[in-house]
């Protein structure tokens, strides 16, 4: 059985999710990697990827995370956290007028 790679918190690295990036092993360690890869896995992951994660280590880091809005929306939704945006809330912007 191959070893799996693991990330800043001990996370294996699912590599089917990485294979269009070219990280070094060494990366895997830095918080860098770890924000971008966590952002891969609640994008493109599969449960299984989701289970290794803990929602603790996924509230610490989700509103740094280049995600889509919708993942996000998901996300503070499951974990109970506030919906902030950085650069105001542009839904008003997006809703039809009647």
């Known amino acids: 059985m191959k070893k799996r790679k693991k990330t800043l ?4 690295v699912n590599e089917n999710l990485i294979w269009d ?5 060494k990366d895997y360690k830095t918080e860098k990697f ?3 890869y966590l952002a891969r896995v609640l994008s ?3 449960a299984k990827d989701i289970k290794n ?3 603790k280590v996924i509230k610490k880091y989700l509103k740094e995370l280049n995600i889509p809005r919708r993942i996000a929306r998901f996300w503070l939704h499951f974990l109970n956290m506030k919906e902030e945006y950085k650069y105001g809330n542009i839904d008003r912007f997006t809703k039809k007028n009647n």
């Open 21 to 25: 990036y070219d990280w070094s092993e």
């Open 44 to 46: 493109n992951g599969t």
């Open 34 to 36: 770890f924000k971008w």
């Open 53 to 55: 994660i803990d929602f």
């Open 9 to 12: 918190y001990g996370i294996p």
